[in-house]
């Protein structure tokens, strides 16, 4: 970019920068007004962010002031981002044993979170630790990691950092096309986001590896385009101190001594006022080196001790190994609670296995019964031609025979209603529901389920193989491995649920040793999780059933279809399920269902239709949740009058409050 190009573009963000220069007032009066403790925290970790380059001593204090709410409320993001913001405090100071330290301990925060951008920038953040112990290997590899985030969730801030980290490395490794090529991808994504400090922070380290190039020239071109951003609009002194020390080392080299020590002494100066030890480490050893060219022994060795002791200090063979033990500690750490997690579920499997067992045998038993009240039938029948008092008399045994049958069903009834959600978890999760639930028999193969684990609502629709007791033993055996996968395996990922319920029945059911080939369900899994604007996120993956969501803002119904094929069945490889995101709103609604809805027919065998049961939700949906279902309910007794139910009914609709 030519500079008088780029003086334009600077221009382009006057009003911007015109703003930012009373961010820090503004946000320090902003926190007596703070009326939450997530924005307290985010205002206390943004000051700290401001203020580290270039008031390390108000940025200590408002991190440690952040962390001590988050840890008190127990805001496990909070934390996180508190203690990210005092190992960057740390890391300006040159303290890097305990930046590392505290971003390893954000990192732990917010996996368990499972916050993807915070996890990403932490990544980041780790990588730059390693830059300063030209840990080539692990920079990259933390970089890469922050990178491949970054991409999956659009994330470009995060996107250009990672590439910046990459560069730096391969300029340790003295590959400086390479350098030169990364840094060049994160200037164009700085561009395109206006990342002023991003610039100031890739144009300086161009400078540094056209500089180790010997292109001096380029190199100076490059060390004034980041100060002529950094003096002007983000004024953060632990960069100006290195382009400034940086510019000295240039001119020393091309002979102008007089240069050389002006900016030296200027990158000093900027650097005793944040306290970075490692950029006033770098400002002695070049000003040592201009007192030794100028043949000045006397100051050049009064420098030289002092770069050799803030060095001592900064990079001790002690502290070398204790930062490299680091990542060991929390890859043991993550190890062991692993192992815990894992125990903790084999002693809970059991009694869930217990559980299930007992409720195989009691539907076994109810089989058992139908069966052995089928044999009894027969023999009647056969007896049925002799003495009149015998027929009586077996009339009253089937009569008695069919009472235990019905109360069995009634007993299967009753497990089945125990582990569907009640109507008060239902009405916690989702205020302003809906629900039409019309089993074809006494018990049902249809079945919902509803949990809230890691602060998100996750709901099912499933409509397993057959009805009545078939159907209903495989809706117990799955909400059961919902149950498992979701509250002791902590798989929350709509699509990994259903690989994984996918998997799990297939091995209950022996289908891949010539079982059961035809048992299943088709399911549609979502999980909606409150974001802090207010918005909701909806995560969904389907077997052979859709989502429709209705939006206020285009007044429209739109379908996700989900996949094309079932859980469990005749396929024995391992099927992927794919999920799909959306953003929705305070007001907007979903449905979910089964089939029978659309599946029942009337008098004349003309089926509900999946078109008009569609277009009828999208006819009634601007009305209140009752009415919604009374409609719904209407049409479905229309079409039931003189008819028989064809199979198990379930429509679920939702509205986000």
């Given at each position: 970019?030519?500079?008088?190009?780029l003086?334009?573009?600077?221009?382009?963000?006057?009003?911007?920068?015109?703003?930012?220069?009373?961010?820090i007032?503004?946000?320090?009066?902003?926190?007596?007004?703070?009326k939450?403790?997530?924005?307290k925290?985010h205002?206390?970790?943004?000051l700290?962010?401001?203020?580290?380059?270039?008031?390390?001593?108000?940025?200590?204090?408002?991190?440690?002031?952040?962390?001590?709410?988050?840890?008190?409320?127990?805001?496990?993001?909070?934390?996180?981002?508190?203690?990210?913001?005092?190992?960057?405090?740390?890391?300006?100071?040159?303290?890097?044993?305990?930046?590392?330290?505290l971003?390893?301990?954000a990192?732990?925060?917010?996996?368990?979170?499972?916050?993807?951008?915070?996890?990403?920038?932490?990544?980041?953040?780790?990588?730059?630790?390693?830059?300063r112990?030209?840990?080539?290997?692990?920079?990259?590899?933390?970089a890469?990691?922050?990178?491949?985030?970054?991409?999956?969730?659009?994330?470009?801030?995060?996107?250009?950092?990672?590439?910046?980290?990459?560069?730096?490395?391969?300029?340790?490794?003295?590959?400086?096309?390479?350098?030169?090529?990364?840094?060049?991808?994160?200037?164009?994504?700085?561009?395109?986001?206006?990342?002023?400090e991003?610039?100031?922070?890739v144009?300086?380290?161009?400078?540094?590896?056209?500089?180790?190039?010997?292109?001096?020239?380029?190199?100076?071109?490059?060390?004034?385009k980041?100060?002529?951003?950094?003096?002007?609009?983000?004024?953060d002194?632990?960069?100006?101190?290195?382009?400034?020390?940086?510019?000295?080392?240039?001119?020393?080299?091309?002979?102008?001594?007089?240069?050389?020590?002006?900016?030296?002494?200027?990158?000093?100066?900027?650097?005793?006022?944040?306290?970075?030890?490692h950029r006033?480490?770098?400002?002695?050893?070049?000003?040592?080196?201009?007192?030794?060219?100028?043949?000045?022994?006397?100051k050049?060795?009064e420098?030289?001790?002092?770069?050799?002791?803030?060095?001592?200090?900064?990079?001790?063979?002690?502290?070398?190994?204790?930062?490299?033990?680091?990542?060991?500690?929390?890859?043991?750490?993550?190890?062991?609670?692993?192992?815990?997690?894992?125990?903790?579920?084999?002693?809970?499997?059991?009694?869930?296995?217990?559980?299930?067992?007992?409720?195989?045998?009691?539907?076994l038993?109810?089989?058992?019964?139908?069966w052995?009240?089928?044999?009894?039938?027969?023999?009647?029948?056969?007896?049925?031609g002799?003495?009149?008092?015998?027929?009586?008399?077996?009339n009253?045994?089937?009569?008695?025979?069919?009472?235990?049958?019905?109360?069995?069903?009634?007993?299967?009834?009753?497990?089945?209603?125990?582990?569907?959600?009640?109507?008060?978890?239902?009405?916690?999760?989702?205020?302003?529901?809906?629900?039409?639930?019309?089993p074809?028999?006494?018990v049902?193969?249809?079945?919902?389920?509803?949990n809230?684990?890691?602060?998100?609502?996750?709901?099912?629709?499933?409509?397993?193989?057959?009805?009545?007791?078939?159907?209903a033993?495989?809706?117990?055996?799955?909400?059961?491995?919902?149950?498992?996968?979701?509250?002791?395996?902590?798989?929350?990922?709509?699509?990994?649920?259903?690989?994984?319920?996918?998997?799990?029945?297939?091995?209950?059911?022996?289908?891949?040793e010539?079982?059961?080939?035809?048992?299943?369900?088709?399911?549609?899994?979502?999980?909606?999780?409150?974001?802090?604007?207010?918005?909701?996120?909806?995560?969904?993956?389907?077997?052979?059933?859709?989502?429709?969501?209705?939006?206020?803002?285009?007044?429209?119904?739109?379908?996700?279809?989900?996949?094309?094929?079932?859980?469990?069945?005749?396929?024995?490889?391992?099927?992927?399920?794919?999920?799909?995101?959306?953003?929705?709103?305070?007001g907007?609604?979903?449905?979910?269902?089964?089939?029978?809805?659309?599946?029942?027919?009337?008098?004349?065998?003309?089926?509900?239709?999946?078109?008009?049961?569609v277009k009828?939700?999208?006819?009634?949906?601007?009305?209140?949740?009752?009415?919604?279902?009374?409609?719904?309910?209407?049409?479905?007794d229309?079409y039931?009058?003189?008819?028989?139910?064809?199979?198990?009914?379930?429509?679920?609709?939702?509205?986000?409050?």
């Amino acid at each position: 970019m030519k500079k008088s190009s780029l003086l334009v573009w600077l221009l382009c963000f006057s009003v911007f920068v015109q703003a930012q220069v009373y961010q820090i007032d503004s946000l320090e009066k902003l926190i007596p007004q703070a009326k939450s403790m997530p924005n307290k925290i985010h205002i206390l970790n943004q000051l700290t962010y401001w203020l580290s380059v270039y008031d390390i001593e108000k940025a200590d204090k408002y991190s440690k002031e952040a962390l001590s709410i988050a840890q008190k409320e127990n805001y496990t993001k909070g934390i996180a981002s508190s203690k990210n913001a005092r190992g960057r405090v740390y890391f300006i100071q040159g303290d890097y044993r305990k930046a590392l330290d505290l971003h390893f301990q954000a990192l732990r925060e917010y996996e368990k979170a499972t916050d993807s951008l915070g996890i990403a920038e932490t990544f980041n953040r780790i990588a730059t630790v390693y830059t300063r112990e030209v840990d080539v290997e692990n920079t990259i590899r933390y970089a890469q990691m922050a990178k491949e985030i970054a991409k999956k969730i659009g994330n470009k801030k995060v996107l250009s950092e990672s590439f910046f980290n990459i560069a730096r490395a391969y300029f340790f490794k003295k590959d400086y096309n390479n350098s030169i090529a990364y840094y060049q991808q994160a200037l164009i994504i700085s561009l395109k986001i206006g990342d002023l400090e991003g610039l100031t922070y890739v144009y300086n380290n161009i400078g540094i590896t056209n500089a180790r190039m010997g292109d001096y020239e380029k190199a100076n071109e490059f060390y004034r385009k980041s100060l002529e951003i950094n003096e002007k609009y983000v004024r953060d002194y632990a960069i100006l101190a290195a382009t400034y020390d940086n510019l000295s080392d240039i001119k020393r080299l091309m002979g102008q001594y007089d240069s050389a020590f002006y900016y030296a002494n200027m990158g000093l100066e900027f650097a005793q006022k944040v306290n970075a030890q490692h950029r006033v480490m770098e400002s002695y050893e070049s000003l040592m080196q201009i007192y030794k060219v100028k043949k000045d022994y006397q100051k050049a060795l009064e420098n030289y001790e002092k770069f050799i002791n803030l060095k001592d200090s900064l990079f001790s063979e002690q502290k070398t190994r204790s930062l490299k033990s680091l990542e060991s500690d929390y890859a043991t750490e993550k190890t062991q609670i692993k192992i815990d997690l894992l125990n903790k579920e084999r002693q809970v499997e059991k009694i869930r296995v217990y559980w299930l067992i007992g409720s195989l045998l009691f539907v076994l038993v109810i089989v058992f019964l139908l069966w052995r009240n089928n044999i009894q039938k027969h023999k009647d029948n056969q007896l049925l031609g002799q003495k009149q008092s015998e027929i009586e008399e077996k009339n009253n045994a089937l009569f008695e025979s069919n009472q235990q049958i019905k109360a069995s069903i009634q007993a299967a009834q009753l497990i089945q209603n125990a582990i569907l959600p009640s109507s008060q978890k239902l009405s916690r999760l989702f205020p302003s529901h809906f629900l039409i639930y019309r089993p074809k028999d006494m018990v049902a193969g249809d079945f919902y389920w509803a949990n809230e684990v890691q602060n998100k609502m996750m709901l099912a629709i499933a409509d397993c193989t057959g009805h009545s007791v078939a159907g209903a033993l495989m809706s117990m055996v799955s909400a059961t491995l919902l149950d498992r996968l979701t509250r002791l395996r902590l798989i929350v990922e709509p699509a990994l649920v259903l690989e994984n319920l996918d998997t799990e029945i297939r091995n209950l059911l022996k289908q891949n040793e010539d079982g059961n080939s035809e048992s299943g369900l088709d399911i549609a899994f979502i999980s909606i999780e409150k974001q802090i604007d207010n918005t909701f996120l909806l995560t969904f993956a389907g077997a052979r059933r859709p989502l429709l969501y209705f939006t206020q803002a285009d007044g429209q119904l739109h379908t996700l279809k989900g996949a094309r094929k079932s859980i469990g069945g005749k396929i024995s490889e391992k099927k992927l399920f794919t999920q799909e995101q959306i953003i929705l709103e305070k007001g907007d609604m979903i449905f979910l269902s089964t089939d029978g809805f659309a599946d029942q027919n009337n008098e004349k065998s003309e089926k509900i239709g999946t078109q008009n049961f569609v277009k009828f939700i999208e006819n009634h949906v601007d009305k209140s949740i009752e009415d919604q279902k009374k409609a719904l309910e209407s049409l479905l007794d229309a079409y039931q009058t003189n008819t028989q139910q064809r199979d198990d009914i379930l429509v679920m609709g939702i509205r986000l409050e």
